[in-house]
């Protein structure tokens, strides 16, 4: 029997960070129904909390080892789904897909009011951080950090930083600064197992304060001093929305949707006044192509505020 492994890649990508790490699977030879073999099947079990939205098949499904399923996932009006569980997998406009199944697992079902709101002055708004905030950061389906944003300096400037606080000590920090005209990415710092890195960016990386909805950067052919690329793509203001995460309604926040032109990725940053950064999610998974023709899924982190922390 030929064994089949998978690389997954997770890339955080935050402002503009790419952290990349993965895992192989092994098949187990008893998925297959080679040789007399009875073939395993798995029960994936949807969920849905605080109702204002469904999902179909709406009861548990068996699927055989190694593949996978799909669920039509439809939001009420005003609201967007967000999606975590035990199964991991994609959701692609109204339809999530797990990926391959090799154990019992769950698909979890909540949704958020968003809506669209006018006039809701500039960008700028979005990454103003006025003084220092604590909350819970959610890393589906059930892992919880913790996030400090507040005022610092970077590379000899005033800069708001955001730190996520990762288990075993490891963090790593995003530097941003607001202007009048335009929110300038400074760079990051990332101390994580065998990741010792500082990174500044040039001055290209800018979100111009005035950007309307369907406005988009461009990060193509931008280089860092250290040498390191920027993954080429771009990153589209959607506009601003009103989110509810947590009990906790964000007005007014930016909506920006980036997608990655080498791998297809796309996925969607929330952020906040006084917060920052406040949901991330993957859109579209994309791929890439290894040595000895590996196919890899690259994703962001599907991770979200989860609730303030004393300041």
């Given amino acids: 029997m030929k064994s089949i492994y998978k690389l997954t890649a997770v890339i955080a990508c935050g402002l503009a960070l790419t952290a990349c790490g993965g895992d192989w699977w092994n098949d187990d030879d008893d998925d297959d129904d080679i040789g007399g073999k009875t073939p395993t099947f798995y029960l994936v079990t949807p969920s849905v909390s605080g109702g204002s939205g469904a999902i179909s098949p709406a009861a548990a499904v068996s699927v055989q080892s190694g593949s996978t399923t799909s669920f039509q996932v439809t939001p009420n009006t005003d609201y967007t789904a967000s999606i975590g569980g035990s199964c991991g997998g994609t959701l692609n406009g109204t339809t999530y897909t797990t990926k391959a199944i090799t154990a019992d697992c769950t698909v979890a079902i909540s949704f958020a009011q968003t809506d669209t709101e006018e006039g809701a002055g500039t960008i700028a708004n979005c990454f103003t951080v006025p003084e220092t905030v604590n909350y819970n950061w959610l890393v589906m389906p059930d892992e919880n950090w913790q996030v400090r944003t507040g005022a610092a300096t970077f590379d000899g400037q005033e800069a708001i930083e955001q730190t996520f606080f990762m288990p075993n000590n490891e963090y790593y920090k995003y530097y941003w600064k607001v202007t009048s005209n335009e929110v300038r990415v400074l760079g990051y710092i990332i101390e994580a197992a065998h990741i010792n890195s500082t990174h500044i960016y040039n001055p290209l990386i800018i979100r111009p304060a005035d950007m309307k909805p369907g406005y988009f950067i461009d990060s193509s052919g931008q280089r860092f001093p250290d040498g390191l690329s920027a993954v080429?793509?771009?990153?589209?203001f959607m506009g601003f929305k009103?989110?509810?995460?947590?009990?906790?309604q964000f007005p007014d926040a930016c909506l920006f949707r980036t997608?990655?032109?080498?791998?297809?990725?796309?996925y969607d940053e929330w952020y906040a006044f006084g917060y920052g950064l406040i949901k991330r999610w993957t859109i579209k998974e994309g791929t890439v192509s290894g040595a000895n023709g590996i196919v890899s899924t690259v994703a962001t982190q599907n991770e979200q505020y989860n609730g303030d922390l004393a300041r």
């Fill in 232 to 236: 080429p793509g771009r990153s589209t």
């Fill in 242 to 248: 009103t989110i509810t995460l947590a009990g906790k």
């Fill in 259 to 266: 997608e990655e032109k080498s791998t297809g990725l796309i």
